[in-house]
């Protein structure tokens, strides 16, 4: 039987809240990976796939909200689960890498913000096709800027000249 406490609700409270974030409507983002972490934490765990999506989605939410100690520990949560469920070299595991990677950047500890854009690149870089432009922009961008912030402008204009490839309308795909 399905009802308000099944996981497939707290699915699209999750998904809802990813869209949320997105409108930047923060607040309702949060209310929505609450009352999902509150599903998931009564049906299936937090520690599975889906419950750690919650666990990213929140991080991402209160980082965005400048609540970052509590959106640095919901990430690290996140990405040692994601890294006992699926490994190391998952791009899933990259994604969290990326999301604490702009929270280091930001609150200005460039060098684990650097350290961590690394070790996200290595994975995607590993696990995804050259060109998959969605998945390594976000760790590229904070790799430049991090870069910049810590003095080496040779490795940032590497690292912008790869992401302006990848933004570009070929997608750094060559033309037919």
């Known amino acids: 039987m399905r009802g308000p406490a099944h996981r497939l609700v707290a699915a699209g409270l ?13 607040a309702d983002a949060a209310r929505q990976c609450r009352a ?5 934490e009564q049906t299936t765990g ?3 796939r889906p ?14 909200q400048g609540q970052t100690a509590e959106a640095e520990a ?5 990405l040692e689960a994601r890294r006992a469920l699926t490994g190391l070299m998952h791009p899933a595991v990259a994604d ?3 999301a604490l990677a702009q929270l280091n950047f930001d ?12 070790a996200a690149l290595e994975v995607y870089e590993s696990k995804l096709s050259p060109n998959a432009g969605r ?3 976000p760790a590229l961008r904070c790799a430049a800027a991090a870069a910049r912030a810590l003095g080496d402008p040779e490795r940032a204009e590497a690292l912008a000249a790869r992401l302006r490839t990848l933004e570009s309308p070929s997608g750094g795909s060559p033309a037919p």
Do not use: F, M
């Open 46 to 48: 937090l520690d599975t």
């Open 107 to 118: 609150c200005g500890r460039c060098r684990q913000a650097d350290s961590l854009c690394r």
């Open 36 to 40: 999902a972490w509150a599903i998931y």
């Open 51 to 64: 419950g750690v999506a919650c666990v990213e989605v929140l991080g991402r939410v209160r980082a965005a």
């Open 96 to 98: 969290v890498l990326t």
């Open 74 to 78: 919901l990430l690290r949560r996140a």
């Open 135 to 137: 998945k390594l922009a």
């Open 14 to 26: 999750v998904n809802h809240g990813k869209v949320l974030l997105a409108q930047r409507k923060l």
